[in-house]
């Protein structure tokens, strides 16, 4: 299994720039969530799917949109990018909500 | 919504120390899970200990849920222990909550 994957591994964008990170996980989990880390901090968790078809904003959602069209991914856009937005992203899966998540190798991210 | 405390949040060790770790966190827990993350980013998953005692080599955790606090142990640290060492907590929502972290240097 190659577990959880995140493409690009880095990104520049300019403001108002859109581009899509995507994540897969071939775990067969239901559970996928996506996070930014920004510097000295911990992981803040932005949208959350507990299966294909159902997506749930987290604690940081604004600026982010996400679908979940297969249970193998869950990709995370953003639609008009914003030096704010400058962080690491990273996507975890669980084979269901509320047991332990593995996370992907990350994104980061940077917006001038 | 729920509060996680980690301390110290920075510690140097000489290769060879033991340390403890802590996270406090302000209310009860679904799940908590243990966290490296080494200096290339990448997060490790260390334990899954919504309570209880884990061992794994040299590391062990123990979570006293009903006192809302874990403790992470590492002995006989070695220079590849160091990063950032995170504990996330589960709330009632299924939502994971990240302390801050405790940034780990172990010298040779």
């Known amino acids: 299994n190659a577990g959880v994957t995140q493409t690009p591994k880095f990104q520049v964008l300019k403001t108002g720039q859109s581009m899509t990170l995507q994540c897969a996980q071939d775990m067969n989990h239901e559970y996928m969530s996506w996070y930014r880390q920004d510097p000295g901090m911990g992981l803040r968790l932005i949208h959350y799917?507990?299966?294909?078809?159902?997506?749930d904003q987290g604690e940081v959602p604004n600026g982010y949109n996400v679908s979940r069209s297969t249970t193998e991914d869950f990709p995370l856009r953003l639609l008009s990018a914003a030096p704010s937005q400058t962080s690491v992203y990273f996507c975890a899966s669980s084979y269901s909500q509320g047991v332990e998540q593995y996370f992907g190798p990350g994104t980061r991210l940077t917006v001038t | 919504g729920i509060q996680v405390e980690q301390s110290p949040p920075d510690l140097i060790l000489q290769e060879g120390a033991n340390s403890t770790l802590r996270c406090n966190f302000s209310d009860s827990v679904n799940n908590l899970q243990w966290f490296h993350q080494n200096p290339w980013g990448q997060l490790i998953n260390l334990f899954y200990?919504?309570?209880g005692t884990k061992q794994n080599g040299r590391l062990s955790a123990t979570t006293v849920a009903t006192e809302r606090y874990s403790l992470l142990y590492i002995s006989s640290s070695q220079t590849t222990d160091s990063g950032v060492y995170f504990c996330?907590?589960?709330?009632?929502?299924?939502?994971?909550?990240f302390g801050s972290g405790t940034r780990l240097l172990v010298r040779p």
């Open positions: 799917s507990v299966g294909a078809g159902i997506t």
């Open positions: 996330a907590v589960m709330d009632s929502s299924y939502k994971l909550i």
């Open positions: 200990i919504p309570s």
